[in-house]
């Protein structure tokens, strides 16, 4: 069996090898069979290696890169431009068979760019979809797309994000039989915009996937589908913002107010409170689901979260470590010539 081989933008993100060298390190510890490309500069690497054993260091190469795309960078400028650079050298390292997936942290627009003009989306896939799996109450995983590759999708498009989503649900989060549902306005079958309508009617006539109909945002977190298909500028607005009140609600749990007096019991109650609330509500903590899978190209490739700490980045490379294994790349392609129409 061929060896498991990441590549690793390591110079992408907000904070670059400073997080990824050592979320690198800590992936290499949960998995002793991992190897690692780590691409960058490596006069900037080498240092950050320095704490690393002797299991690590054997399982850790430097691929030098010239250049980063910057994260505020124009995508065709920054496509253009890209020679070089350690996002597209990664993605290269895939194409040549070097590597089985790559992990980037950097501009999202340039790397769905570049990673259709070097990988090639499969056949039946207009564009590539950002894909997540978010926990819902029901102690379930639901799995959500598009977030943000495509701001505008027609009808097909969103078909197509459908079978993606069906087969994650069934690789990654183990559902048979996943029920999938698109995220509109209400969940009359006459609301919601043409494309959204003219998707349902074909999802309805589609009897390899199990459509449920509508679902709105309230229902994200929910537990009532196991996917949930939308365009990706919905998507990403939806996903921003329930990140943002999930965060504050965890801030506020962890901050305890010292202002004032308080009887002793009633600060005691506070603390027991506290406890139990993030015991309760910790799973819903963003970095614990961190790294959005890019579906319908001929190879993984997981985008991380640019403000991703070290924790959050290595829970990203885990993300492409179980698309690897569970060949979710091979079995999209299965499915989508099953289902989709040939294109003439």
């Known amino acids: 069996m061929k060896r498991l081989t990441l590549a690793l933008d390591v110079m992408g993100g907000d904070f670059g090898p400073s997080v990824t060298v050592p979320a690198s390190l800590q992936a290499l510890t949960s998995n002793p069979e991992l190897h690692l490309l780590l691409v960058g500069d490596p006069d900037i690497i080498t240092p950050l290696l320095a704490q690393a054993d002797a299991s690590q260091q054997s399982r850790i190469s430097i691929i030098g890169a010239e250049s980063v795309i910057a994260s505020d960078a124009r995508v065709s400028q920054a496509i ?73 999708c027609d009808s097909r498009m969103l078909v197509q994000f459908a079978v993606m989503g069906s087969v994650m649900a069934e690789q990654v989060v183990g559902v048979e039989n996943p029920r999938v549902a698109l995220l509109n306005i209400g ?34 977190l929910t537990g009532k589908t196991d996917v949930m298909v939308c365009d990706g500028f919905v998507g990403n607005v939806t996903l921003k913002t329930m990140e943002g009140v999930i965060r504050m609600f965890l ?6 107010d010292e202002s004032g007096k308080k009887a002793w019991w009633l600060k005691w ?58 060949q979710v790349a091979q079995k999209i392609a299965v499915r989508l010539e099953a289902v989709l129409p040939k294109s003439d």
């Open 80 to 152: 253009r431009a890209s020679r070089g650079s350690s996002m597209r050298v990664a993605l290269e390292l895939i194409k040549n068979g070097e590597a089985q997936a790559c992990v980037s942290a950097g501009n999202t627009g340039a790397l769905m760019g570049l990673a259709k003009l070097v990988l090639k989306p499969l056949d039946g896939i207009e564009r590539p979809a950002l894909m997540t799996v978010l926990p819902n109450q029901q102690r379930g995983k639901t799995v959500v797309l598009d977030l943000g590759a495509n701001v505008e």
């Open 187 to 220: 969940e009359e079958e006459s609301k919601g915009l043409d494309n959204i309508r003219e998707a349902a009617s074909i999802l309805k006539k589609t009897p390899t996937i199990n459509y449920i109909g509508y679902l709105e945002g309230n229902d994200l």
């Open 251 to 256: 801030s506020l749990l962890k901050s305890s």
């Open 269 to 326: 109650l506070g603390k027991i409170l506290q406890k139990k609330l993030a015991k309760r509500f910790g799973h819903l903590n963003p970095d614990q689901y961190n790294g959005a899978c890019l579906l319908g190209l001929r190879g993984i490739v997981i985008k991380s979260h640019g403000g991703a700490n070290q924790r959050a980045f290595a829970v990203a490379i885990e993300q492409a470590v179980q698309a690897v294994q569970r």
